[in-house]
């Protein structure tokens, strides 16, 4: 489908898919008009150098950023996010803002999302504040800002368990879709529960 045709771009990004997980994955998106699947291997396997490498299309060779748990990590992702802030590094927000897309973020984790694009590109930037224990909005269109921050304000959106957090960033996804149902939009997920529950109980657990 021609993008000129197109109102509405999801991109899902699932943290700890897997290889022997893809077949499952194929099964599911088979049910999707329009799907593509790409496997592809890099080095370090960290979240946020993966989540790094899908967003500015470069290895972390290129882009300079492994991990932030890594000797002065914190920094490296500050760094990332600068390069991509001063257009020093392309990222996906950016793309799909160059389509006339407005982008949204919203994620699990505060690498996952801040890496995909600077937030002054998006038309929302969303993710779970672990020191607040809470879902944040790092920054949304002046028209948005009430409405968001309103539903945000739910308690279901507040001490989310770590097997919940996927469903409410789907559910603030929808929040938005209905708020902007005739605009171009972009959205970015980052699904962090499975990463989550295999650290707990391991990889090969029933509850993964």
Not at 47 to 66: D, K, L, R, W
Not at 101 to 115: D, M, N
Not at 130 to 144: G, W
Not at 150 to 167: A, S
Request: charged share 25%; aromatic share 8%; proline share 3%.
């Amino acid at each position: 489908m021609p993008l000129s045709e197109t109102q509405k771009i999801m991109l899902i990004i699932i943290d700890q898919l897997r290889a022997d997980y893809l077949p499952h994955f194929k099964k599911c998106s088979s049910l999707l008009p329009y799907q593509a699947i790409c496997n592809t291997n890099s080095f370090p396997a960290s979240t946020e150098s993966m989540h790094a490498n899908i967003s500015t299309g470069v290895y972390p060779a290129q882009h300079g950023f492994i991990s932030k748990k890594t000797k002065k990590g914190a920094e490296g992702l500050e760094q990332l996010i600068q390069k991509i802030r001063k257009k020093e590094l392309r990222s996906l927000v950016l793309l799909g803002v160059e389509y006339g897309f407005a982008a949204y973020v919203i994620g699990g984790k505060q690498e996952t999302v801040r890496v995909m694009g600077a937030e002054e590109d998006c038309a929302a930037m969303i993710f779970y504040d672990r020191s607040k224990n809470k879902f944040v909005l790092k920054k949304a269109k002046d028209e948005l800002v009430e409405k968001i921050e309103n539903f945000l304000g739910e308690n279901k959106y507040k001490e989310v368990q770590q097997n919940e957090l996927d469903k409410r960033v789907l559910e603030i996804s929808k929040e938005i879709i209905t708020l902007n149902k005739l605009t171009p939009s972009f959205f970015i997920l980052t699904l962090a529960s499975l990463d989550s529950i295999g650290h707990e109980f391991g990889p090969h657990s029933k509850e993964v």
